[in-house]
Every structure is written in C-alpha cells, then in structure tokens.
C-alpha cells in the first residue's frame, strides 16, 4: 500500500463518525387509561424497595 492509499484511508476513516446519541423517544401516554399496580406484584416492589433502604443501596 502506498503512502497516498494509507492518508486516504485515514482521511476516510477519520470522516467517519459513529452517531451515539439516543434516539427520540415519546413515552406511552394515554389520560384515558388508569395504571395500576397488580396486588401480586406490589409486595415484591415493596420489598426491593425496603431492602435498598435498610442497606443503603443507590439506584443504578
């Protein structure tokens, strides 16, 4: 290869960006519908969230 072929493809591959950003995002909105939690499921949550106090535990 060449040293005009190797400035080429650096040139090139330096003019290619990768596009990180998040894509747009529109949550589910909808006023007519109620949420709700489940009573099976709402003692489970309950406890994580217990849990995560007593032991000081962040969120991520």
Known sequence: MSK?????????ISETLEDYSLPKYEPYQDEEEEVTIDDQFAWILLWIMNFRIIFNIPET
């Open 4 to 12: 005009d072929e190797s400035e080429l493809d650096d040139l090139l």
